[in-house]
């Protein structure tokens, strides 16, 4: 069973610029989350996609957008990058909102570590 | 709202010591509880869970038991080693959210002395 990937490892981008980062999500899941951790904090949930639809949001400004695919992968997109976007963005995958009492168990993946300058 | 307060850090320990990591929840609801670790420079692994009052999850040594009357999830380990130095974080599911999203602490640096 192959699990959470994400793609790339670093980035290195400009203010101003746009990026792209990528999630594959763990065989079977079907929901995927994405999070912002600032140095030295606690991952913020930035956005949730079940099915394709985004399924809720945290409080982050819409040129943080996203998409997921058929095949249940997704992508982060950030627009006009600033200089406090730089940070660790974790993606985790789950089985769906609906799931057992207690909720859906998250799985993460590595990160991508995004430095703006 | 729904919130996660750990004790601050860092936490620094002689190896085969005991420790204790507090951690206190703000939830309406019944959330699950979780304990991830952080190594330098990696992502979040699961360390424990519990999803119902008075769980105990338990995992490599550590232990963290669901208080609901005191809403607390402390961290524990009876003895630990210069190879469990990492960012501890606790966390809870949402589960008014509609999404089941993670709530995370800021984190609890812990370092471990030879």
């Known amino acids: 069973e192959t699990g959470v990937t994400q793609s790339p490892t670093h980035l290195i981008k400009t203010r101003g610029q746009q990026v792209t980062l990528r999630c594959s999500s763990q065989?079977?899941?079907?929901?995927v989350s994405w999070y912002q951790q600032a140095l030295g904090q606690g991952p913020q949930f930035i956005f949730q996609?079940?099915?394709?639809?985004?399924?809720g949001r945290g409080n982050f400004p819409p040129r943080f957008s996203g998409l997921q695919f058929p095949n249940y992968s997704s992508e982060l997109n950030v627009n006009a990058l600033e200089l406090d976007d730089s940070a660790l963005y974790l993606c985790?995958?789950?089985?769906?909102?609906?799931?057992?009492?207690?909720?859906?168990?998250?799985?993460f993946g590595p990160g991508t570590r995004l430095t703006v300058l | 709202g729904n919130s996660v307060t750990q004790m601050e850090g860092p936490v620094t320990l002689s190896e085969e010591a005991f420790l204790t990591i507090n951690c206190t929840y703000t939830a309406t609801g019944y959330p699950s509880l979780f304990w991830y670790v952080q190594y330098p420079g990696e992502g979040l692994q699961l360390l424990l869970k519990a999803t119902k009052a008075d769980d105990k999850g338990s995992n490599k040594g550590f232990e963290a038991t669901y208080r609901k009357e005191t809403t607390s999830f402390h961290l524990e380990k009876g003895s630990v080693q210069v190879s469990d130095s990492a960012v501890y974080f606790c966390?809870?599911?949402?589960?008014?959210?509609?999404?089941?999203?993670?709530?995370f602490g800021t984190g609890t640096r812990l370092k471990v002395l030879a």
């Open positions: 966390a809870l599911s949402d589960p008014n959210s509609g999404t089941y999203k993670y709530i």
């Open positions: 065989s079977g899941h079907n929901t």
């Open positions: 996609y079940y099915r394709e639809e985004e399924n």
């Open positions: 985790a995958s789950s089985t769906g909102t609906s799931g057992v009492a207690g909720g859906n168990e998250q799985f």
